[in-house]
């Protein structure tokens, strides 16, 4: 018989190992058992890769969805708690240079009136970040009041530990986000800094479509404030044209035949024009669902 199971054990540290357990019962000639063969292998980083490479592939999927660039910063805050970390903060460049805390997560709600939401961070952790392009990172803070000043939080949030990673888009930085933990070892592991790296790489892509996301939305209102304002401003000259030709018909028979001609071909191209504006304006409405 055999025997196969995955269970977690308590490391010396204080860390919890996940191991395979393996076991095979040897029996002799009359089926009796005789011994067991087994064998125990630490498993966790296989685990541990596993976990990171489910939780960046729903991440991606989630940040993907996200249209705008509030609701995709909210998002990358909230898949981070508390899977990668206690708290999650992000800040994104703004026009003048300086960073704006546009989302936080907190593995305890309560805790996020703490973490500055809104706030226009001007030192720390996270502006070398986007300065330098490189990870920023601190351990063995504790609760002191240089971690919390460092990434722009209340003194009274817990942090063991940090990590800042810049969010960079296609063609430039757009900003950072800081990772915070209670407990110091979750931050100094590779595969964790690795993939909070991945997590921030994808979500300035997502941070970039939704930037030109954007960008096309205001291009589009902007368009069809034309379109309407030139609609507007066309219809009354021609208006005037319609109402002239109206009268001109009237007395279509005591004029000669050519003057005829030219009136029909103004009346056409009048109708063309009508039709034209039309068009422009059921364009507009289709895009806007008005339709």
Known sequence: NAWADE????????????????????????CEPVRVVGSIVDITELKATEAAYRLLSAAGAELETALDVTSTAATL?????????????????????SLRR?????????AEPMLAAGATIEAGAPLEAVESGHVQGATGNGTGHHACSTIGVDAEVVIGGYVTVPICGRDRTLGAVTFGYADNRRCIDPLHVLTVKELAKR???????????????????????????????LRLPLNTIVATLSLLSDSMPERRSDVRNWVEIIDRATWQIQHLIEDLLDVSRMESDEF
Not at 207 to 212: E, G, Q, T
């Open 102 to 110: 546009v989302a936080v997560a907190h593995e305890r709600p309560g």
């Open 77 to 97: 805050a909230r898949i981070s708690v508390p899977e990668l970390a206690s708290f999650c903060l992000v800040d994104l460049l703004q026009e003048d240079g």
């Open 7 to 30: 269970y977690r054990v308590l490391r010396g540290d204080g860390t919890y190992a996940t191991v395979l357990d393996r076991a095979y019962v040897v029996r002799n000639g009359r």
């Open 203 to 233: 979500a300035g892509l997502a941070l970039s479509n939704a930037k030109l996301y954007e960008v096309a939305q205001s291009a589009v209102r902007s368009r069809n404030e034309v379109l309407g304002m030139v609609s507007h401003d």
